[in-house]
């Protein structure tokens, strides 16, 4: 288990897919071989202020934020490579259904943690109670629909 921060790459890389996994289902946690042992012993906090999605109907760009939070976690696991060089962790974000507003974009969303269980997530031994959680709560969003010339310049 991770108690500070440090950098991390984007991805799991798994043996069968040719691209590196950057969303990780929590519905699949428990039945995918995958991702079970990560989620159980290798949780993580992925901090954001925002996150950009693409409207799958019309293709509108929207940022979303925590209306609340100025900087809020994003719930993820990983996975730890090491060569005789170095070490290099590589995180995927988890997502679920899209709940409230993001329903209205898109069909999934990450899973974004109340402050509260922040804690919790990262050092908890029930993985069946935060995965339960997970599935009971959510954090509805702020959308700000963003033009092209808006999105290149963030």
């Not at 293709?59 to 979303?64: E, G, V």
Request: hydrophobic fraction near 35%.
């Amino acid at each position: 288990m991770c108690d500070d921060f440090d950098y991390m790459r984007w991805g799991i890389d798994v043996d069968f897919m040719k691209k590196s996994i950057i969303n990780s289902r929590i519905e699949k946690i428990y039945t995918s071989k995958f991702f079970k042992e990560d989620f159980e012993y290798r949780r993580c906090l992925i901090p954001a202020t925002a996150f950009f999605e693409w409207n799958q109907k019309n293709k509108d760009k929207y940022r979303l934020t925590v209306k609340s939070q100025k900087i809020f976690s994003i719930a993820g696991i990983f996975r730890e490579y090491k060569s005789q060089e170095t070490r290099i962790r590589h995180v995927s974000m988890l997502t679920t259904e899209a709940k409230g507003l993001m329903s209205e974009i898109h069909t999934r969303m990450p899973i974004i943690l109340p402050q509260s269980f922040e804690k919790i997530y990262l050092t908890g031994k029930n993985h069946e109670e935060i995965h339960e959680f997970i599935f009971k709560n959510y954090i509805d969003l702020e959308l700000e629909n963003l033009s092209d010339s808006q999105l290149t310049f963030l």
